[in-house]
């Protein structure tokens, strides 16, 4: 059964009722999935999963504080080529750093090697006022495409 880890950076706590959101879905599918916003044991989330990662992006393009322990182990390129991924950022088109906290993560990652499954969404809060309903339709497609077998 696939096991998808949902890496979540959040300073409010919106991002992290997406990926709850998220988790039910993966779950009512027949996945295994559990939310992560504390990341001191990463390297026990590596073996033998599926990363989704989902980021607000905080003051002028920073990551969310909790998300910061995962961007420095990234930034040490540790071979992720076994690991598969997708990405999903919630930001705000009024700011000139629109999801870069979600761009960021997609960089290390790829800097590590890893595999992203499909182009990562990019939600705008001033168009989408329920950000999960974007998260959730994206999904399923992603479901579909990338864990159907």
Same mark, same amino acid.
């Given at each position: 059964?696939?096991?998808?880890?949902?890496?979540?950076?959040?300073?409010?706590?919106?991002?992290?009722?997406?990926?709850?959101?998220?988790? =039910?879905?993966?779950?009512?599918?027949?996945?295994?999935?559990?939310?992560?916003?504390?990341?001191?044991?990463?390297?026990?989330?590596?073996?033998?999963?599926?990363? #989704?990662?989902?980021?607000?992006?905080?003051?002028?393009?920073?990551?969310? =504080?909790?998300?910061?322990?995962?961007?420095?182990?990234?930034?040490?390129?540790?071979? #992720?080529?076994?690991?598969?991924?997708?990405?999903?950022?919630?930001?705000?088109?009024?700011?000139?750093?629109?999801?870069?906290?979600?761009?960021?993560?997609?960089? #290390?990652?790829?800097?590590?090697?890893a595999i992203?499954?499909?182009?990562? #969404?990019?939600?705008?809060?001033?168009?989408?006022?329920?950000?999960e309903e974007?998260?959730?339709?994206?999904?399923?497609?992603?479901?579909?495409?990338?864990?159907? =077998?």
């Amino acid at each position: 059964m696939t096991n998808i880890h949902i890496l979540v950076g959040s300073m409010l706590g919106g991002t992290e009722y997406v990926a709850d959101c998220l988790a =039910d879905d993966l779950n009512a599918a027949g996945y295994t999935s559990q939310v992560h916003i504390d990341f001191a044991d990463i390297g026990a989330l590596t073996d033998n999963a599926i990363w #989704l990662v989902c980021s607000s992006t905080h003051g002028a393009g920073d990551l969310p =504080d909790n998300i910061e322990p995962l961007a420095d182990y990234l930034a040490t390129k540790p071979d #992720l080529h076994h690991l598969r991924y997708g990405v999903i950022g919630i930001g705000d088109t009024s700011y000139d750093t629109f999801n870069q906290a979600s761009i960021t993560l997609d960089q #290390l990652l790829q800097q590590a090697g890893a595999i992203r499954l499909g182009q990562p #969404l990019h939600i705008d809060v001033q168009a989408d006022e329920l950000p999960e309903e974007p998260a959730q339709q994206w999904l399923k497609g992603w479901i579909e495409q990338y864990l159907t =077998d």
